[in-house]
Every structure is written in C-alpha cells, then in structure tokens.
C-alpha cells in the first residue's frame, strides 16, 4: 500500500519546494532514497527510522510547505 504513496508524496514534494529543520531534511532525504532502492520495502524502512506511514506522510507535507526545505530535499534525493 505505501508503495502506491511513495512515488506520488516525492513529486509532490519536489513540485511544492520546502526547507524545515536541516536534520528533518536529511533524515527524510536518506529515507526516501531507501525506499527509492527497495520500495517493496518501505514499511520496513520507515519502522527502522521509527515511523509510521502517517509520520512520513506528514513530514512530506511538512517539507513539501516551505520552499526551502523542498529545494534542499530535491537537491538531496537527485544526488
């Protein structure tokens, strides 16, 4: 199920922009990168970062809201 969300919760945070805190931007950069190389395994991923699949949502949308942190999470999951 979250496979289905992945794709669509990165594009929508590239299209929005944002920058919250750096260390919410890099742990949510690492994050999707992970998924990205594995997504039949994201569930897993996010519990081994401690979150659940609302957690990640919200983080996103967090993101996704502030067009700093968004630039920085572009930048980030296209290295």
């Known amino acids: 199920m979250i496979r289905a969300f992945v ?4 594009a929508l945070t590239v299209a929005c922009g944002g920058a919250a805190s750096g260390g919410k931007v890099e742990q949510a950069i690492a ?3 992970e ?3 594995k997504p039949d ?3 897993k991923i996010l519990g ?9 949502e ?15 999470f572009e930048a980030g999951v296209q290295k």
């Open 7 to 10: 794709p669509v919760l990165l």
């Open 31 to 33: 994050i999707a990168k």
């Open 35 to 37: 998924i990205r190389a």
């Open 41 to 43: 395994e994201a569930e």
């Open 48 to 56: 081994e970062h401690k979150l659940t699949i609302e957690q990640w």
């Open 58 to 72: 919200d983080l996103m949308y967090e993101i996704a809201g502030d067009p700093a942190m968004a630039g920085q």
